[in-house]
């Protein structure tokens, strides 16, 4: 389970995140969407300790990332995977190497099994014959798959989704949307996917927090927030810009 | 009003200049620290050296070919100005001290900064700004270990390796202008050059090459780290590389001779 408690972030004296809590249960899968800048991604870097808040906690599995020595932390990351907005695929390695990359740095598998747990993360997302491409080879849609092989690679417990569908197709979309929600269920995970994508929060979240202003402006269900008649979470969903009379 | 202000810009630079040092010191510090992993992970060492040693190659021949032979040429004519007495038996000797403690360590060490130090911050920083050094960081990798360690360690390693290679070189070049337009036999020249040799010059140029190739690599690894502000970003952080290696080499240049000399 992951625990956000009372998180705050300032970057040059501005304020980001400002007594931002939420828990998410294991299994569940929860959307945090909100305005551009309004700390998403500052937020879900927080979880996994690439950004270190000024206050507050963040508990994974009972154990305060915040506040751990860097070896401790490292330790911690084993049990997450996390997809970029943009895959950050490493340019100078193969599909192969990159998906490959944390089982070579962190496992005692021979170059074949390695090769063969690749091969199977990258089946898994609907990639076949890719091993000795380059990133700049690939699409769009295909890096973010490759990123999501990568990230699957040490098995974890927790998932980040930053943006999985921002810049591309609105097919290709749906089917990140719907490869995300398989692998959640299929592994059992526990998922924080921040996105500004209606459509990728219907499909994939269980649960939908909302950041306004920094704080946590709503924290509810799936089913909730797309019932929700409060005028900031309407005018978000419907993408409009002042509430229209009616 | 204007002092004051002059003040303000100093000491703002002064702050700069301290903390580009703490930074440099840590990272150090820490690449130190990661010797052990690098001992392990030998082909992640041997993958740099051939892009910061072997790759350099050709550049290296190429400059160090000339350098011979202009310092030849220019040595020729200086000692012409100073003394009526015949140049022929000092020209091989003082044209190889300049190679040996000078030339071949600051001009190598200049090009390893250009080629190598520019290099790694705009590969690092890249790196950064597309999010691929997060990316290691969520994959339990240390970017430090993975990345500056090796870097560091074939810098230190492979610069000493360059400038013997090119004190040969730039002997050679030296010995073709001597031989084809000064009209010194090969015997003078050589016969010089070893009459005057001392070994200590060897070492003292391999000793500012370890420093010179470890702290460029660092200096482009710590930038490389920092960068920010996307393709822009890059580019000033590639610059600012090759600016503070090549005031770092000249600075240690002149601390190191002050030492060893």
């Given at each position: 389970m992951i625990e956000i408690r009372n998180v705050q972030k300032e970057f040059n004296k501005k304020p980001v995140l400002r007594q931002v809590s939420l828990d998410i249960p294991d299994g569940e899968t929860m959307v945090v969407i909100g305005k551009s800048g309004c700390g998403k991604t500052v937020l879900l870097k927080s979880i996994i300790g690439l950004i270190k808040p000024d206050s507050g906690k963040i508990l994974v599995d009972g154990k305060d990332i915040i506040r751990m020595k860097p070896r401790d932390l490292y330790a911690v990351r084993k049990h997450f995977g996390m997809l970029f907005q943009g895959a950050a695929l490493f340019d100078s390695m193969t599909v192969e190497e990159n998906v490959g990359l944390p089982l070579r740095e962190h496992t005692l598998l021979d170059p074949a099994a390695i090769r063969k747990k690749v091969e199977e993360k990258l089946e898994l997302v609907g990639l076949?014959?890719?091993?000795?491409k380059k990133p700049s080879e690939l699409s769009g849609g295909m890096k973010k798959r490759v990123g999501l092989a990568r990230a699957l690679a040490m098995e974890p417990k927790y998932m980040l989704y930053d943006e999985p569908t921002t810049g591309l197709d609105p097919i290709t979309s749906d089917t990140i949307n719907r490869l995300i929600v398989q692998m959640n269920r299929k592994l059992n995970m526990t998922a924080v996917a921040v996105t500004h994508d209606m459509d990728s929060a219907s499909v994939i979240g269980d649960r939908v927090a909302m950041l306004h202003e920094g704080s946590v402006f709503f924290n509810g269900t799936a089913d909730e927030f797309?019932?929700?008649?409060?005028?900031?979470?309407?005018?978000?969903?419907?993408?409009?810009?002042e509430e229209e009379e009616e | 009003m204007l002092i004051v202000s002059l003040w303000h810009h100093m000491g703002r630079k002064a702050l700069f200049f301290f903390r580009e040092i703490g930074n440099?010191?840590?990272?150090?510090?820490?690449?130190?620290?990661?010797?052990?992993y690098l001992l392990r992970h030998r082909h992640l060492l041997m993958d740099q050296m051939m892009i910061i040693g072997v790759q350099s190659l050709p550049l290296i021949t190429v400059v160090s070919v000339f350098t011979g032979a202009v310092s030849s040429w220019q040595a020729s004519y200086q000692f012409k100005m100073i003394t009526s007495f015949s140049t022929v038996d000092f020209l091989g000797a003082g044209v190889s001290a300049a190679i040996l403690i000078e030339l071949a360590p600051v001009l190598g060490g200049i090009i390893i900064a250009g080629r190598s130090g520019?290099?790694?911050?705009?590969?690092?920083?890249t790196m950064k700004v597309t999010e691929q050094i997060d990316a290691l960081e969520t994959l339990s990798i240390d970017p430090v270990k993975y990345l500056a360690g090796p870097r560091f360690t074939?810098?230190?390693i492979m610069l000493p390796v360059l400038v013997v290679y090119s004190d040969l070189i730039s002997h050679l070049g030296a010995y073709a202008v001597a031989y084809l337009l000064l009209g010194i036999s090969t015997s003078k020249f050589f016969g010089s050059v070893q009459t005057h040799f001392l070994i200590y010059n060897v070492a003292s140029g391999i000793i500012k090459a370890v420093i010179f190739g470890g702290g460029t690599a660092l200096i482009g690894c710590s930038i490389g780290f920092r960068t920010e502000g996307g393709a822009e970003g890059v580019g000033f952080a590639t610059i600012r590389a090759f600016v503070y290696s090549s005031a770092f080499i000249l600075i240690m240049d002149y601390v190191l001779a002050s030492i060893l000399f």
């Open positions: 076949t014959n890719l091993l000795g797309f019932k929700s008649k409060i005028p900031i979470v309407r005018r978000f969903r419907e993408g409009r810009l | 440099l010191s840590i990272l150090f510090f820490k690449v130190f620290q990661s010797t052990p520019a290099s790694i911050a705009a590969e690092l920083g074939a810098g230190w």
